[in-house]
């Protein structure tokens, strides 16, 4: 009977803990992580992003499931021990990038095999910060939403800069060899081509995707 209880209150993502007195079962206890209100959110929008969803935990596997269930991620591993979390991470590597979210002192080496390391830090150890690439001061789930977001919006920005900037560095070259433009002309160009790339940044910034 008290192996039922334990497999139901698993199955409802909490963790039983059973007491004794004298080799006798005298009670259970169950306790359980609570999910953020927005930790379904911020995981719907991260897989609209295309980002593939892991939760790793040192949780049983029924209790897991029930929570990665609940929060709505794509993957659970389960019954991971802090040294083995390190081991996970570098096989998920081989199918892609992979970054880490963690607060924990555990997470620290963790945090440090993943591409990019994203420590909660309102409530995260030192070492899970020091270690840590991205630090996000709040530790509202929608906080890492806004800064992948951010990072995807800053990468587009970069890319379409180089762009414009080698294109018209290009044309100005073909044109200064056929002696049509001259240095004045070429430093006025060069001017603009700043000026874009600034102009194109604080467009962005001011509407982002």
């Known amino acids: 009977a008290m192996q039922e209880i334990c497999n139901r209150l ?16 005298i009670g259970v206890i169950a306790v359980a992580d609570t999910i953020k209100k927005d930790s379904r959110e911020a995981i719907r929008q991260l897989k609209n992003m295309g980002i593939h969803v892991v939760m790793l935990t040192g949780d049983n596997e029924r209790t897991a499931r029930a929570i990665g269930a609940e929060a709505g991620v794509d993957e659970v591993i389960a019954g991971v021990l802090p040294d083995g979390k390190e081991s996970v ?12 979210v963690g607060d924990g002192i555990n997470d620290a080496p963790v945090l440090t095999r993943a591409d990019v390391g994203i420590a909660m830090g309102a409530l995260g150890s030192d070492a ?26 800053t990468l587009k920005v970069i890319r379409q800069n180089t762009v414009y900037a080698i294109l018209i560095k290009i044309i ?14 070429a430093i006025i160009v060069e001017v603009c081509v700043i000026v874009l790339a600034i102009v194109n940044a604080a467009w962005a910034s001011k509407n982002p995707a």
């Open 89 to 100: 991470i570098r096989k998920l590597k081989e199918q892609g990038k992979t970054a880490m």
């Open 172 to 185: 100005v070259l073909g044109l200064a060899l056929c002696g049509m433009i001259t240095i004045k002309g």
């Open 10 to 25: 698993a199955q409802e993502g909490k963790t039983p803990l059973l007491f004794t007195l004298d080799d006798k079962l």
């Open 128 to 153: 899970a910060i020091e270690a840590a690439d991205i630090v996000l001061m709040d530790d509202e789930p929608l906080a890492l939403v806004d800064a992948v977001r951010i990072a995807k919006e």
